[in-house]
């Protein structure tokens, strides 16, 4: 059974840096496309990024594109989100996810099949 957990979240000013850690035990991670999603209050689980499996390709959205830089250490089992110029938009309970069935990496939580227990983030002044 795997079991990811994420650290790394903290309290930041806007303008600030994070680098957020998905830590892996039970399965090799750069096997598999891994996820990284936040939810802030009231709003919906949304896709921040995602790296498909053997380092392949990447994507983010739109409200991170050149901000955020998702990356993998197989040496550690460990995939990090690398977060810079935050914003407090940004702030939010980040989790990461793996998904069993695909190679390419989605956006979609739905298509993840695990789920850490997330880590906060708060970006404020």
């Known amino acids: 059974q795997v079991q990811l957990v994420e650290s790394g979240g903290d309290l930041v000013q806007p303008g600030g840096s994070l680098r957020l850690s998905c830590a892996a035990s039970?399965?090799?991670?750069?096997?598999?496309?891994i996820g990284w999603f936040r939810q802030a209050p009231g709003k919906e689980r949304e896709g921040v990024s995602c790296i498909s499996n053997g380092g392949g390709g990447t994507y983010y959205a739109d409200s991170v594109k050149g901000r955020f830089t998702i990356s993998r250490d197989n040496a550690k089992n460990t995939v990090y989100l690398q977060m810079n110029s935050l914003k407090p938009e940004d702030t939010a309970v980040y989790f990461c996810?793996?998904?069993?069935?695909?190679?390419?990496?989605?956006?979609?939580?739905?298509?993840?099949?695990?789920w850490g227990q997330g880590t906060q983030v708060t970006v404020s002044s």
């Open positions: 996810a793996l998904d069993l069935m695909r190679t390419k990496c989605s956006r979609y939580p739905d298509e993840y099949d695990y």
């Open positions: 039970g399965y090799t991670l750069d096997f598999y496309a």
